[in-house]
């Protein structure tokens, strides 16, 4: 599959800044994710239990934290979010309650592909100056002809 890179396309370039989305996470907001997911692992909803493991207290699902860069995606561009949005990453720590996630990103490439033209971004998610995710998302910009 070949691809051709571009330093533009209709009104975006390499360079440019995703918004930031902030989210403060309580122990609250964590059990009602737990309620929606229908994942009650006591890892995330039980302060007792979760003292005697690793992390010594709660930890946010993964997912939760995920959901903030889908988030910041949509808001971005809902369409080319839903209708072609990729990601590729990594979770390397824990969200704890009491935390609040940065999360944004920045246009590191524009690709034309056989599908269409899609905007690749390196995704930037923090705790304070402690990376949680790393990795890549990408909208789809414009669909190919067919």
């Known amino acids: 599959m070949s691809t051709d890179t571009l330093q533009h396309w209709d009104g975006i370039s390499v360079g440019d800044k995703l918004p930031t989305i902030k989210h403060t996470v309580t122990q609250e907001a964590i059990n009602q994710y737990a309620d929606a997911s229908g994942d009650h692992n006591p890892l995330h909803i039980d302060p ?3 003292k005697g493991t690793f992390y010594g207290r709660t930890i946010a699902h993964g997912l939760m934290t995920l959901a903030f860069v889908s988030q910041m995606m949509t808001e971005w561009d809902w369409d080319g979010w839903a209708y072609g949005g990729e990601m590729d990453m990594a979770f390397l720590s824990p969200v704890f309650p009491g935390d609040e996630v940065n999360v944004s990103a920045e246009v590191t490439t524009i690709e034309k592909r056989a599908d269409g033209v899609h905007a690749l971004c390196k995704l930037n998610v ?11 998302v990408s909208r789809l910009l414009s669909a190919a002809d067919t």
């Open 48 to 50: 007792e239990f979760a």
């Open 126 to 136: 923090f705790v304070g100056d402690k990376t949680i995710l790393g990795g890549t």
